[in-house]
Structure formats: structure tokens, C-alpha cells
């Protein structure tokens, strides 16, 4: 029986997770994207969802609980502050995406990214090529 036991071991120790959560957590928001296993990626989730709340605060207790989530992690911590959230998204900041397995293994492989990202960017490219067809109308 289960009893209400929370996350996953992912055969590590304690602190040794804590470290990797730590860790996976600095590098995502660095680079805004990060490939990983399917069961590290749903791991590390909640924990960049809570990033995110924090970063969409923006106050200055919100940082200090960012870098010590983040490790003190200057680097991590600027960037993830910098990044522009929807007003309107209160949670569901992440997606995750199946890759195919890893070939060595066969573990089940995972690409975790913004989710609104990609909205930004097609909203963009749907501006500008609104433009370009506009320019080309009136020529």
C-alpha cells in the first residue's frame, strides 16, 4: 500500500536528490529548456512551477527563496527573474514532451520546456508575417 508517500527516490539518497533537483532546476532556468529521463523531468516539475510563482512575484522575499532553492545560483536566479510571465497563467508554466527512448538503456526520454515559449513566439511570427502581407497589398 502507497500511504500518501510523496515523489521519487530515483535511487539516490536523500541529499544526493536534493542536489539533483537543485541542480537540474539551475540548469533549466538558464537555458530555458533541458532533455532529461521522463521520471526526473515529472520529479523536477513542481519544483519550476514554484520558480515560477516566485519569479512572477518578483519581490524581494520571492528571491531570496528562489536562490535558496536554486542553490545560490546567481547565474540561475538573474535569468529566471528576467523572464517575462504571463499575467494571466497562474500556474502550468512547464510542459513536458516524450522523446524516444534512450538507446543504450530504452529509458523513456523527456524534453521539459516553457509552455509559453513557443505562444510568444508564434504570436510573434504571426504579427510579422500579418506585416509583410500587408506591405505587399499595398504595393
Do not use: C, H
Not at 515523489?7 to 532533455?35: C, D, H, I, P
Not at 521539459?112 to 508575417?129: D, H, N, P
Amino acid at each position: 500500500m502507497r500511504k500518501k508517500v510523496f515523489g521519487r527516490k530515483l535511487g539516490r539518497s536523500k541529499t544526493t536528490r536534493e542536489a539533483l533537483f537543485r541542480n537540474m532546476a539551475a540548469q533549466f532556468v538558464g537555458q530555458g529548456s533541458m532533455s532529461t529521463t521522463y521520471a526526473k523531468a515529472k520529479s523536477i516539475q513542481p519544483m519550476i512551477e514554484t520558480l515560477a510563482g516566485l519569479a512572477k512575484e518578483g519581490s524581494v522575499t520571492s528571491k531570496r527563496k528562489a536562490s535558496a532553492l536554486l542553490g545560490n545560483s546567481r547565474k540561475a536566479s538573474n535569468a529566471l527573474f528576467a523572464t517575462v510571465f504571463p499575467e494571466s497563467k497562474k500556474s502550468g508554466f512547464t510542459r513536458i514532451l516524450s522523446m524516444v527512448s534512450r538507446k543504450g538503456d530504452a529509458s523513456k526520454m523527456a524534453r521539459i520546456e516553457w509552455s509559453f515559449e513557443k505562444v510568444a513566439q508564434a504570436e510573434a511570427e504571426k504579427s510579422s508575417t500579418k506585416q509583410v502581407s500587408s506591405k505587399v497589398k499595398k504595393a
